[in-house]
């Protein structure tokens, strides 16, 4: 910063910095459940219980909920189950009872939503072209032809690469066909979409004469692509499209009666895992944020917390849910919000995170006339140079919908010699198709042979000459400047580290797990497991596979393969009776576990 002013203006928000509230929504709500407990009635002294606590709650409930029902002796409750209960067992029907009830867990008022939503399956046919499932129905028809229009041209694009015109002409024409069923279903409703559908006709995929080489050299890509657009088109018919509308609004009309079932049976869960709660004296993350906005919904703590902040800033807007959305209408001004986000860095979907509403205020800022609503992209990249840049924007404007020159990335560095590398993409095969292995063996058979890789990609690469950015100059790469991204550590890190070691390149893993999620003390906690009882697979695999007992991974297959079936346990016993080095190391395995054992129970 070259301005006088705005050098004195940073110094000083350096100073205050500490005055200002940085937390995540979790703890920004707890914050306000304990200043104004008082006004939800919950009893000050509550702790928020963590995830294992939490299921053992929940799977108390559940089963609350059931004996009652069986209890009550039900007709509806017992129909319920004969329709989506399994043959032996009703774990599906609790499973969804519980996954229900989480998934509500994100929106504002849960139970308002749902009772609506219930009532959409009692409707007809006028009343269902008013309902949000025939929004969702429609949009996503007019998705589903867009991508099967994206592979059509994929595929033409391909055929014209190659000089096969005539067929690709074909492959283009369907290519149009899709975008105009695309724009009728848009535009024309229901009766536009079923006309487009049934009016639609796939061609057959036959070179001319004197396309007929070029087009064998390129047959297995282009019928690869061309099938996916057809079992696209396929899939949305028998959805949406099979039968009358008249056909399909009866069918919700039968399942009704199991849908108003269902709310009951979530609405009286809700009530038990309440009760389970309140004997604890705790509540979960989920109520977290509903006690924060049932207290917001008091105007005058609201309007404490609109004075309080001069501006509110949200950090990884994209992985922001409705219900924190709705706790930020509460508490925002007309001109206090800013809002910081990338849609393509969203990765907590799982965890009902809604990067629509990003893309939604995205969208509607871009187009906004004045006013407080501005959009500033922030596409100017700072950390990477070209080679990353273009391989990032030339992978998103492929796949990714709305990845316009102003979502594109661009360079912010001010370099552009010769030491701008390509981004290379190493495929690596994971462990033999076929052979059944456990998937504790597979991941560790795949993830050695992505260490080798990796190895021999940094062994090749130390000592090029890059441009350090920072110093303003060339240097050879060094060690220090290599970084292998994981999604977790656990289990792949200490397999990257043992074979790094063997390969003489010195590592350090960067574990932010807790304590007892570290590399040395899940080793040892898997080794405690096993001596409890050492027919537990994972603990099992996982000690034999560390340095207590040093199996690679191709030994750990080995001898599942000698005995498919069973438990590890039983292959590794049956394989200890066999006269070879790995028998006799599997021997010695066993009872030094033997051994642990009877200290064990000694002690």
């Given amino acids: 910063v070259h301005a006088p002013e705005q050098a004195q203006l940073l110094r000083k928000q350096l100073d205050i910095v500490y005055k200002a509230n940085i937390s995540t929504f979790h703890s920004f709500a707890l914050e306000i459940i304990r200043r104004y407990f008082h006004i939800i009635d919950i009893d000050p002294s509550f702790r928020v219980c963590d995830e294992a606590e939490g299921e053992i709650l929940r799977t108390q409930a559940v089963d609350l909920l059931f004996e009652e029902y069986f209890e009550k002796k039900d007709a509806r409750f017992f129909d319920f189950l004969d329709r989506y209960s399994g043959a032996k067992s009703f774990e599906n029907v609790k499973k969804m009872v519980m996954s229900a009830y989480g998934k509500l867990q994100s929106i504002p008022e849960p139970y308002t939503w749902l009772d609506a939503h219930i009532e959409t399956f009692n409707c007809d046919e006028q009343e269902f072209f008013r309902s949000d499932l025939y929004e969702i129905m429609m949009a996503e028809t007019v998705s589903a032809w867009g991508n099967a229009a994206a592979a059509y041209k994929g595929a033409g694009e391909l055929l014209t690469s190659e000089g096969c015109d005539l067929l690709a002409a074909k492959v283009f024409a369907e290519e149009a066909a899709c975008r105009a069923a695309a724009d009728a279903a848009r535009t024309g409703g229901y009766e536009a979409a079923c006309a487009a559908m049934a009016s639609f006709s796939p061609v057959r995929l036959v070179a001319a004469k004197g396309e007929k080489e070029a087009y064998n050299a390129i047959k297995d890509a282009v019928k690869e692509l061309h099938g996916q657009a057809s079992e696209t088109i396929k899939a949305l018919k028998g959805e949406f499209f099979a039968y009358s509308l008249s056909e399909y609004v009866s069918e919700l009309n039968a399942v009704y009666p199991a849908a108003v079932m269902f709310r009951e049976l979530i609405l009286r869960y809700r009530d038990l895992y309440k009760e389970q709660k309140q004997e604890k004296n705790v509540i979960d993350f989920a109520d977290i944020e509903h006690c924060a906005l049932e207290i917001l919904k008091d105007e005058g703590v609201a309007a404490e917390y609109r004075q309080k902040f001069a501006y509110i800033f949200i950090d990884e807007y994209q992985d922001s849910n409705l219900i924190q959305e709705t706790l930020i209408e509460r508490i925002k001004r007309e001109d206090n919000l800013f809002m910081v986000g990338d849609v393509k860095q969203s990765i907590y979907k799982f965890r009902l995170a809604e990067p629509e509403l990003f893309i939604k205020k995205y969208e509607a800022f871009k187009t906004a006339a004045g006013g407080n609503d501005t959009k500033i992209d922030l596409n100017r990249n700072f950390r990477s140079k070209a080679g990353v840049i273009s391989f990032t924007s030339d992978l998103f404007s492929a796949s990714m919908a709305g990845y316009d020159a102003d979502a594109a990335l661009y360079q912010g560095v001010s370099y552009s010699g010769d030491l701008t590398y390509e981004t290379e993409l190493h495929i690596v095969c994971k462990a033999e198709e076929g052979i059944p292995l456990p998937d504790e063996v597979a991941e560790l058979k795949s993830a050695e042979r992505e260490a080798i890789v990796a190895a ?10 890059i441009y350090d950015v920072k110093l303003q100059a060339e240097r050879p790469l060094q060690k220090k400047d290599i970084v292998i991204l994981m999604r977790a550590t656990r289990n792949t890190a200490e397999v990257f580290r043992k074979i790094f070691a063997e390969l003489d390149i010195d590592t350090h893993v960067d574990d932010n797990d807790g304590y007892f999620d570290t590399v040395e003390i899940e080793l040892f906690l ?45 292959a590794l016993c049956a394989y200890a009776e066999e006269d070879t080095a790995l028998a006799r190391k599997c021997r010695a395995a066993l009872e030094r576990i033997a051994q642990w054992k009877s200290l064990a129970n000694a002690l």
Avoid at 534 to 539: E, G, I
Avoid at 543 to 563: G, I, K, N, P, Y
Wanted: glycine share 6%.
């Fill in 456 to 465: 021999a990609l940094i062994k090749e690469n130390l000592g090029k000459y």
């Fill in 526 to 570: 898997n080794l405690l497991r096993v001596i409890d009882n050492k027919r537990q697979d994972v603990p099992l695999i996982g000690t034999l596979h560390s340095v207590v007992f040093d199996f690679s991974a191709d030994e750990l297959a080995e001898v599942r393969l000698f005995q498919p079936q069973g438990s590890y346990l039983d």
